[in-house]
């Protein structure tokens, strides 16, 4: 898919999470436009495959070692993109995920979990505050502290934006993953609280809210090895009107409005979804 996005050429984006299949993609589609794009990554070896790719197809781009939840680190990050492209006009804040240790075996809870001990299963009762601390704060926190390392050169800047991830998950908690969920929906809030703070400032803040997308990273979760939907990827396609997963450039568009304040320089606080109805249909 092309884009034309003139006003965003030359100037600086600013991508964690770079290294991931979405955030990949969202670095991909930003260079397409000219901008010269830092990806920010826990996994460099993944950033810099992504950025390759894009300096083959002419575009420019550089990978950094960084880990959101540790200030140092951002603030070694700003300095290296500085140095190498100047001040960020554009912060996406991709980095997030969930883990295990922050999800139940069930979808809900029966009596017989009650007696506890059960092999295998894990029920909301042996949620680990270790693992949810590490869930919520990758995904708060991951935001948060980027948006204080870098939001202060966007200050003043007619152009400056924040592009947050979000998720269904904000809107309508899937079952089994609390502390994914609960993590999204303060993303969300915090979107809406910086898009008031940084407004006298002529910071946008919004926030993309995905709905599912089958990736590489969800392909098990996802799909049976013979090809076959799994059952709760039944249950999300029977709640999706459109009836199919999203494709990853299906994000690219309600990226590049967000950005472009040549399209959206009155849009501030919106939390946009970009799920295929799921968020509108009510299973009747």
């Not at 030359?10 to 969202?26: D, E, I, P, Q, S």
């Not at 303060?186 to 609280?193: D, E």
């Not at 450039?249 to 304040?261: H, I, P, R, S």
Request: aromatic share 8%; charged share 15%; net charge negative.
């Amino acid at each position: 898919m092309s884009w034309f996005h003139p006003n965003l050429k030359g100037r600086v984006a600013v991508v964690t999470g770079g290294g991931g299949v979405l955030c990949g993609g969202f670095a991909r589609v930003l260079a397409a436009q000219g901008m010269k794009v830092a990806l920010l990554d826990l996994r460099p070896e993944a950033a810099q495959a992504v950025a390759e790719d894009i300096s083959a197809a002419g575009g420019e781009a550089f990978a950094l070692a960084c880990n959101v939840l540790e200030k140092p680190s951002l603030e070694a990050a700003r300095e290296a993109v500085n140095a190498r492209f100047g001040t960020c006009d554009l912060l996406v804040n991709g980095a997030g995920g969930n883990h295990p240790s922050g999800t139940t075996t069930k979808e809900t809870l029966e009596a017989i979990d009650l007696k506890g001990g059960i092999e295998g299963v894990s029920t909301f009762f042996d949620l680990d505050p270790a693992g949810i601390c590490g869930v919520f704060n990758l995904n708060f926190l991951g935001t948060l502290l980027p948006t204080q390392v870098f939001a202060r050169e966007l200050a003043g800047k007619n152009h400056a934006a924040i592009v947050m991830i979000s998720s269904m998950n904000a809107i309508r908690p899937l079952t089994k993953i609390p502390a994914y969920s609960a993590a999204k929906a303060a993303v969300s809030n915090l979107t809406q609280f910086m898009a008031v703070h940084f407004a006298p400032v002529g910071i946008r803040v919004n926030a993309i809210a995905p709905g599912f997308f089958s990736t590489t990273q969800n392909k098990d979760l996802l799909w049976n090895g013979d090809g076959s939907p799994t059952a709760r990827s039944g249950k999300i396609l029977a709640a999706t009107p459109m009836g199919r997963f999203g494709l990853p450039e299906e994000l690219e568009g309600a990226l590049l409005f967000l950005c472009d304040e040549g399209y959206s320089s009155f849009v501030t606080g919106s939390i946009l979804a970009v799920d295929g109805g799921f968020s509108a249909y009510s299973g009747v």
